[in-house]
Structures are given as structure tokens and as C-alpha cells.
T-cell receptor
Framework: EDKVVQSPLSLVVHEGDTVTLNCSYE??????LLWYKQEKKAPTFLFML????IEKKSGRLSSILDKKELSSILNITATQTGDSAIYLC???????????FGTGTRLLVSP | GAVVSQHPSRVICKSGTSVKIECRSL??????MFWYRQFPKKSLMLMAT?????????EQGVEKDKFLINHASLTLSTLTVTSAHPEDSSFYIC???????????FGEGSRLTVL
């Protein structure tokens, strides 16, 4: 059974801190790993990592895929209160384009 | 603006009634759409893959007769929760993949409350 696990489940930091969120996976026929940010409604896309693109960066956010370790990290530097959200990791596996989501990490950035 | 639109965003119904949720891809044609369910403080759980013009593919443990999925056109998939019970109360989210970029877009979600 395909599985995606995220850690920690929740995290509280102060504004300005740097955080690292973890995602590990065990899936059949890995295709890509995606990170999403979810606030009050549906998830919004952050990054997609594949075998040909294992590192992505956008502003204060960056992500790395380690295919050997079957894991990925999402880094957020100089955190802001607006970064408070649930961060979801999802893996696309198999041949049907469906995503398997991890448990999510709930991040709270306090002022 | 939204690329995938879901309607209604919020619905309250009585036990035993049926509720239909629509998912529309606005900027592209989607042969495949996905329906997820999310419980409070939990992650998204894939319920089924909706295939245009054919039957949906349900994940293990999801009742086909309870959660009816219809994908009658390339831009519309519907999820009908039949004979709803309070335990069906949840946040339902659909998604569709843009054919040119492969990016997955999510609808805004529909919060169902069954009294």
C-alpha cells in the first residue's frame, strides 16, 4: 500500500525562525512529489519535484527531493505569521495520476 | 481566478437526503478529475477517480452506492452523497489536472454538514 508520512505533525515557531518540514514515502512507481499549503480552504500548490528536478526554490521557500532516502524536505526561512497553515506533501505514484497525501504538518508562526 | 470551481461551497442537509456537489474545470478540459475527503485536522483522502465517459474508480473502503460520481462532460464532474448521515459530514475537495502543464488544480472545497 502506498504511504506518505510527514513530520512533525505540528510545529510552533516565532516569526523570523527557519523551519524544516519532512516528508517520507513508500510508493510503487514514483512519479513526482508535490508540496501544498492549505489555509482555510483547498490546498494551493507550492512545488513539484521529480527525478529531473530535485530542488526547487521560491522566495523564502525551498524544497529538496532525496530519491535515495525516499524523502523530501520543505524549508521556510524568516517565517512570517502568514506562513501559518497546514503543509501537505503528496506523491504521485502508479499510472493513474492520483496523489497520495501525507498526514500534513500544522505550522503556527507566532508574532 | 479559480481554475477549478466547486459548488456549493457549503451545504447543510437533513439525514436521509441526497446532496450533489459539482466540480468544473474552467480553463481546460479534464478527462480525469479526483474527489477527496478531508476530516477536521486530517489530511486529504482520495475517494475516487472520475473518468469522463466511463465509470469512476473508487478507492478501497469507499462505498460506490453512497458516493455516486458522474463525469458526463470534459469540464464537469459531480459527486452525489446519497442518503446522507451525520458521519458523512466532511470537507469534500475535487481536483483536475491541466493537460498541457500537468499541474493539479484544486477546487475551493465543499463543506457538508448533515443534521
Amino acid at each position: 500500500e502506498d504511504k506518505v508520512v510527514q513530520s512533525p505533525l505540528s510545529l510552533v515557531v516565532h516569526e523570523g525562525d527557519t523551519v524544516t518540514l519532512n516528508c517520507s514515502y513508500e510508493v510503487t512507481n514514483f512519479r513526482s512529489l508535490l508540496w501544498y499549503k492549505q489555509e482555510k480552504k483547498a490546498p494551493t500548490f507550492l512545488f513539484m519535484l521529480t527525478s529531473s528536478g530535485i530542488e526547487k526554490k521560491s522566495g523564502r521557500l525551498s524544497s529538496i527531493l532525496d530519491k535515495k532516502e525516499l524523502s523530501s524536505i520543505l524549508n521556510i526561512t524568516a517565517t512570517q505569521t502568514g506562513d501559518s497553515a497546514i503543509y501537505l506533501c503528496a506523491v504521485e505514484a502508479g499510472g493513474f495520476q492520483k496523489l497520495v497525501f501525507g498526514t500534513g504538518t500544522r505550522l503556527l508562526v507566532s508574532p | 481566478g479559480a481554475v477549478v470551481s466547486q459548488h456549493p461551497s457549503r451545504v447543510i442537509c437533513k439525514s436521509g437526503t441526497s446532496v450533489k456537489i459539482e466540480c468544473r474545470s474552467l480553463d481546460f478540459q479534464a478527462t480525469t478529475m479526483f474527489w477527496y475527503r478531508q476530516f477536521p485536522k486530517k489530511s486529504l483522502m482520495l475517494m475516487a477517480t472520475s473518468n469522463e465517459g466511463s465509470k469512476a474508480t473508487y478507492e478501497q473502503g469507499v462505498e460506490k452506492d453512497k458516493f455516486l460520481i458522474n463525469h458526463a462532460s470534459l469540464t464537469l464532474s459531480t459527486l452525489t452523497v446519497t442518503s446522507a448521515h451525520p458521519e458523512d459530514s466532511s470537507f469534500y475537495i475535487c481536483s483536475a489536472r491541466a493537460p498541457n502543464t500537468g499541474e493539479l488544480f484544486f477546487g475551493e472545497g465543499s463543506r457538508l454538514t448533515v443534521l
